[in-house]
Every structure is written in structure tokens, then in C-alpha cells.
């Protein structure tokens, strides 16, 4: 998004030809062009017939007149009516060139834009900007780095488009390595470098970035806030998620749909649905991205009647709900254990809006049925699903077997998950808490060898608290805390208050 928003051979276009175009595109990538309407800036040719100039030479007006067309043509995908007509230009100026180019890249035909870039008479940060986004689209990293490492005169947006390509292939040292030997730097290569890291994994340095880039006295835009709402929603701190908050309602953002669609999604991450709900009735405009943000976030908190209230206001809203907003309706019946409500929206799911069932949605009626005990009304849902079950439903349907104690069913869900992850020891488990809840303890017995024959893994689970603004990270019957003893007197001290409060 950044490439493609950081860069545009119209740009260059419109510095060129002032007197003869009267866009006001400025920073306006060619591709962000194409998105918006067309019909400002191309105008509406139909058939392909050969265009016969009024006047022979360097007339500015027809020059124009020809690369609008050009442009129009591979927009539309017709690349090579427009290379005919690019061919039969009596004068071309670079615009026509950078245009006939940015043709070929936006059609995926990079060789035919690398031949016309070699025979440039000319070229200017445009003609390189566009070929270096080519290449980085491509993912032909190696040629990208060599035009850009030629390139006389880079600019901002040459050195944002590279450093924007190095994350999208994941060479995130190298990335921050260009970053960080930018002559020059403005509010959109800060973005890139924050969009890059947040969606690499590291959330902890997006948002040391966004600091850093305040401190820079450089003003953030929609962009880098959306990179910092995100990686804040990934490390689950609710204080510096208020921080950075605040910090976009200073600059007027909060009306901005794709930085509230974040801001609520940051905040049901965090657990705190109150603040979701708060930003969600202070947007001006939602669309189906705002919903299904606030469905899906209530009903993974076992706020089912919530998501089901929500899912009705966006209806009566005259928004369509899609498959993800389902979804999040199916996720809170099933965590509230609302059977007939849960069969009934995957009825209408699928009958009245035609919208057909997933694995997803067929894994939260299972879990749902699962949960409220219909373990072989859940079993016939697996084996009759048209596609193959997975692991994620025979532990919805063991889960369910743990809780019921149905231990024939619930082992044979358990064979399943083995055949399917014979290292995985979470099917076993489960399956002794059943085998001991009975008392059957050859069974137990039998499952500890397989355990220890198969070398079965768990992966560890942890739980946090955050203090201070500092997480701190802990698991069960953790030791490794600097002040652990003191900790579990604290909490020998609390369960004694509990049990006399409990028996007073």
C-alpha cells in the first residue's frame, strides 16, 4: 500500500505538464488514480481506431490527448493497443514514456517494461520509481536493489519504495538497515517502516518507532496510526493503548473510519469492550468492517447477547451481514450456550442470504453442540461436513466429551486428533481428565505410555498481568519472578480470606 501510495510517474506527469493538465493530483500515485474515479482524469474513448493527429509535430495539446489514452487503455487491461498507439507518437515526451511503463508494471509484464525503460532517452525519478516498484511487486528483490543503488538523485520515495519492499519479503534488518541511512524522511516513509514492522511481528518496536517518530517532531498520519492501533492490539497493553488513543483524538482522527475500525479492534483485544463500545458510538460513519469488529469482539468475550444485539443494529442499519459477521454471532451463542439461536442464525445464514457455510462456522456449531452436551448431534456434523475434519473439530467434540464425561465418543475423538498430530499431548490430556473423573485407571495407565512412546509435546500456556505499564508473563506454579515467595504467601493469605469470607 505504501509503494504504491508513495509513488507516481503522474506525479511527474503533472510537475511536466502544468499548463496542459489540470489535475490537482500532486502526490497521487497512478494506482490510487486508478481506484478513485477515472473519469476526472481519463476521458471516455470507445473502439480502438487509429488516432489521426490534427496537427503533425510537438502540439502539447495532442501529446496529451494521445498519453490519456494511453493510460486509459492499460487501465483497462489493454496493454497492447496502447504500446500501438505509444508506438505510432510522432514526438514523446517522458511523460508518455513513464505512463506506457507504469502500463506494463500495472499488467504484470515486466519485461516489456524493462525494454522500453533501457531505450529512454530520457528518464527522471519517476521512471525510476516505477520500475523499482515493479520489481519490488515481483518480488525480484535482487534487480529492485541494483536500479536503486544506480539510481542518480534518489528521493524520498525512492528510498520509501525500497525499504517498503524489503519488509513485504520479510528482510527486516536490511530494511531498517536503508531506513536508518535516509537522507531525508517524511511522515510516509515512517509509516512504511512501522507498517513493515508491525506486520513482520514486532509490535514492541512499531510502537517504539511511533515515539521516536513524534519525538522527531514529524506529524503521524492515518497510516502510522493504524500500524501503531495494530501493534498495540498485539501486545494487549491497555494503558498504552489509551495512551496512543489519546494521542489521535489530539489530532482530530477519531472520525476517521479506518483508524476507529482499528481503535475498536485494539480495544477488544485488550478486554476492554467498554472502550470498543465507547469509540463505536462516537464514529460518524460504520461500514461492515466496524460491525463485525464489535460482533466478533463481544462474542469472543461470551458476550453473546451483546454480539446478537449488534448483529440486529446492523441490520436494521441496512447493512448486509457477510460470513465474519456470522461468524462472530456463532461464537457468542456458542460461548453462552445458546443452542437454538446458534442453529437458527446458521439457518438463515445460509438460507436467506446464501452465503455458504465454512469451516469455521461449522467448527463453532460443533463446539457449540459439543458444549451443551448434543455430543452426537456435533458428531454428525463432522462426518456429513463437505470437507475433511480437522484437528480443531475432534477437540471441540473431545472438549465436549471432557465435560459430559462420554468417554467412548471422547476417545475415539482423541484416536482422531493422534492420527492427525501424533505429537500433539492436549487430546491425551483431555482424555485423563475423563478416564480419572470414572476411576477407570488401566485406561490412564495406558494413555501415559502412549504419551511418553510418542514423545507428545504441549505447548506451554501463560498468562500476564500488566503493572506499571510493565507486562509481566507467568505460568502455572511459576517460580522464576524475582519476588515469587512473597507472591505465593500473598496469594495463601488471599485464599484464607476467601475461605473464612465463603464459610462466614
Not at 55 to 70: A, C, F, Q, Y
Not at 92 to 105: E, F
Not at 134 to 142: D, P, S, T
Not at 330 to 339: A, D, K
Request: hydrophobic fraction near 40%; charge should be positive.
Amino acid at each position: 500500500m505504501i509503494i504504491r501510495k508513495g509513488f507516481s510517474s503522474f506525479t511527474q506527469m503533472v510537475r511536466l505538464n502544468a499548463g496542459r493538465c489540470e489535475s490537482k493530483a500532486g502526490h497521487t500515485t497512478l494506482r490510487y488514480v486508478h481506484k478513485t474515479n477515472m473519469a476526472s482524469i481519463v476521458d471516455a474513448y470507445s473502439g480502438h481506431s487509429k488516432i489521426t493527429l490534427a496537427h503533425k509535430g510537438r502540439d502539447k495539446e495532442d501529446v496529451v490527448l494521445v498519453t490519456k489514452r494511453i493510460l486509459n487503455l492499460s487501465l483497462r487491461g489493454e496493454v497492447d493497443c496502447a504500446r500501438a498507439i505509444f508506438e505510432g507518437m510522432t514526438f514523446k515526451d517522458i511523460v508518455a514514456w513513464n505512463v506506457m511503463i507504469k502500463g506494463y508494471i500495472e499488467n504484470r509484464r515486466m519485461d516489456n517494461a524493462r525494454e522500453l525503460f533501457d531505450k529512454m532517452p530520457e528518464r527522471d525519478s519517476g521512471s525510476w520509481n516505477a520500475m523499482i516498484v515493479g520489481y519490488m511487486q515481483e518480488r525480484l528483490i535482487h534487480i529492485a536493489l541494483k536500479l536503486f543503488i544506480v539510481m542518480p538523485g534518489k528521493d524520498v520515495i525512492s528510498w520509501t519504495a525500497i525499504i517498503t519492499g524489503l519488509f513485504r519479503a520479510s528482510f527486516v534488518c536490511d530494511a531498517c538497515r536503508l531506513f536508518r541511512q535516509m537522507p531525508e524522511r517524511n511522515s510516509i516513509s515512517w509509516a512504511s517502516i512501522m507498517s513493515g514492522f508491525e506486520r513482520n511481528g514486532f509490535p514492541m518496536e512499531t510502537l517504539c518507532l511511533f515515539k521516536e517518530m513524534l519525538l522527531a517532531g514529524v506529524e503521524p498520519n492515518a497510516h502510522a496510526f493504524t500500524s501503531a492501533l495494530a501493534a498495540a492490539a498485539g501486545l494487549s497493553v491497555l494503558s498504552s493503548s489509551k495512551q496512543l488513543y489519546s494521542q489521535l483524538i489530539k489530532r482530530g482522527l477519531e472520525d476517521n473510519i479506518h483508524i476507529g475500525n482499528s481503535s475498536i479492534a485494539m480495544f477488544i483485544k485488550c478486554g476492554s469492550c467498554d472502550d470498543a463500545k465507547r469509540v463505536f458510538a462516537d464514529l460518524p460513519h460504520r461500514n461492515i468492517v466496524t460491525w463485525n469488529s464489535m460482533i466478533n469482539g463481544f462474542g469472543q468475550h461470551g458476550y453473546g447477547l451483546m454480539a446478537i444485539l449488534i448483529f440486529h443494529k446492523m441490520q436494521n442499519a441496512q447493512i448486509s451481514p457477510d460470513r465474519i459477521s456470522f461468524l462472530g454471532v456463532l461464537q457468542g451463542c456458542s460461548h453462552c450456550g445458546f443452542v437454538n439461536e446458534g442453529k437458527q442464525y446458521f439457518h438463515i445464514m445460509v438460507n436467506d442470504y446464501g452465503i455458504l457455510p465454512g469451516p469455521e462456522h461449522y467448527a463453532c456449531m460443533v463446539d457449540l453442540l459439543a458444549r451443551a452436551g448434543k455430543l452426537e448431534e456435533a458428531y454428525r456434523i463432522i462426518v456429513t461436513m463437505p470437507f475433511e475434519a480437522t484437528p480443531v473439530f475432534w477437540r471441540a467434540l473431545l472438549n465436549g466429551c471432557r465435560i459430559w464425561g462420554d468417554m467412548d465418543l471422547g476417545a475415539y475423538a482423541a484416536d482422531f486428533i493422534l492420527k492427525l498430530e501424533p505429537t500433539n499431548s492436549s487430546a491425551c490430556l483431555m482424555l485423563t481428565n475423563i478416564y480419572a473423573s470414572a476411576g477407570r485407571w488401566g485406561e490412564l495407565y495406558s494413555i501415559g505410555k502412549r504419551l511418553s512412546r510418542q514423545e507428545a509435546t504441549k505447548d506451554l500456556g501463560c498468562s500476564w498481568v500488566e503493572t506499571k505499564g510493565i507486562i509481566k508473563l507467568f505460568t502455572s506454579r511459576d517460580e522464576t519472578h524475582l519476588e515469587s515467595d512473597q507472591i505465593y504467601q500473598t496469594v495463601k493469605l488471599l485464599s484464607h480470606d476467601i475461605v473464612e469470607y465463603a464459610g462466614a
